[in-house]
């Protein structure tokens, strides 16, 4: 973190100093696990379910931090204490983000995609400035203000990805890191038990483009009418892309190849250039389409854009990670999250990758969570999608996720091509019986049904 007295920390979190100096600085590392503190750095005691960080605030003072957040005086320990360390949390990054003039930031939103499109807008621009990006799905009010704590005075870029539960979390987020480019991927149906409609989650969504300022940037989605709507949300100049033809970023010829990764023709303008994306999956393109959008909202040529993305190679774990084992078993493991939408793309890539290699393909699906109402009705959805896709092999697991295969019976599955188990363990065991060289297996899940520990075991099966 830029180096922040304690005495200005105690004003920009409303908090009172208890056996620290408020001339004291600390200018080490933002941390909320006391194991990764260090001196001169901050702990910040959250309460959990579980575990209470207040009772290892000990530990990080040993460890040489400089002071804790707390909610209370802790004997033996410099304190700055407030009614709530959470939101004295988001306080602080707000100050550290507002003494970077030169910062620019880029938030994203989306009902899918949101951490793949992170990753890759990171790698296009991280060669033209400083970039500090969160890991894996630092997205919400925990995640998203220890992200920006990482910024410096020689950071150039900022990449916020900001997920959503609730109205007003995103509004939330962008006060703690006021966005000069703001980018909407898509309205899906992830949360949608939470708000009832996806108009309604347009609505959560939105809150993005309203936060962006007159003089920034707003990248809208083409191709998805209820982002393309929120133009009327904002004064901020409109960047838009997708395959329309309208789109000011826009694919074109997308192709997969036998890897299932997705090639098209990027068009930016006059320019076009070939992209060759190292991504499985055709739903790769909006997230490439969206990241060539920022970079051209931050200054880069065409050339450069385009460079990026083909370099670009997956960063975080378990989204559409294919490995091919001695054994000749292909998975692909998805199963870090689940929605509808992101379901129907995966097993479009496993159709993919298995008619190009003349191969046989299996889909083990869990449960998508927090789709409300409509549960069943999705669930359902996706059976008979897998059967009309012709996928060979069909497993379910788990009593939240037998819709799907009652779906895909009813649409006409028979024998043993769709078969359901209860538990990971009966999954594991008929895989193991009945996989046979050259099949390509997808693992796909909400991350609640962990459903990854699955495709771990499958992995490490055959080293």
Known sequence: MIPVSCGEIADAVRGELVGVEPTAVVDGSVVIDSRAAEPRGLFVALPGERVDGHDYVGTATAAGVTAALTTRPIEGSPCIVVDDTQRALGDLARLVVGRLPDLTVIALTGSSGKTSTKDLIAQVIRPYGETVSPEGSFNNEIGHPLTALQATETTKYLVAEMGTRHQGDIAYLTGITPPGIGLVLNIGTSHIGEFGSQDNIAIAKGELIEAVPADGIAILNADDHRVAAMRSRTQARILTFGEAAEADIRAEGVKLDAE????????????????????????????????????????????????????????????????????????????????????????????????????????????????????????????????????????????????????????????????????????????????????????????????????????????
């Open 260 to 463: 299932g990764r997705p090639a098209f023709v990027l068009h930016i303008g006059d320019f076009s250039g070939d992209v060759q994306l190292q991504f499985i999956g055709e739903h790769y393109v909006s997230n490439a389409l969206a990241a060539a959008a920022v970079g051209s909202a931050i200054g880069l040529t065409p050339g450069q854009i385009t460079d990026g993305l083909n370099a670009a190679t997956r960063v975080s774990a378990a989204r559409m990670e294919l490995t091919e084992r001695a054994d000749g078993v292909t998975i692909i493991n998805d199963a870090f999250n689940a929605n509808p939408d992101s379901t129907r793309a995966a097993l479009k890539s496993l159709v993919a990758i298995g008619r190009s290699r003349g191969a046989r393909t299996w889909a083990v699906l869990g449960e998508m969570l927090e789709l409300g109402d409509t549960s069943a009705d999705e669930h359902d959805a996706i059976g008979r999608l897998v059967v009309r896709l012709d996928v060979n092999r069909l497993l379910v697991v788990g009593e939240g996720a037998k819709p799907i295969h009652l779906g895909a019976s009813l649409e006409g599955s028979w024998g043993n091509e769709s078969a359901f188990v209860d538990t990971i363990p009966e999954a594991l065991e008929l895989l193991r019986s009945e996989l046979r060289a050259g099949d390509v297996v997808l693992v796909k899940s909400s991350k609640g049904s962990k459903l990854r520990s699955l495709a771990d075991a499958l992995l490490e099966d055959v080293q």
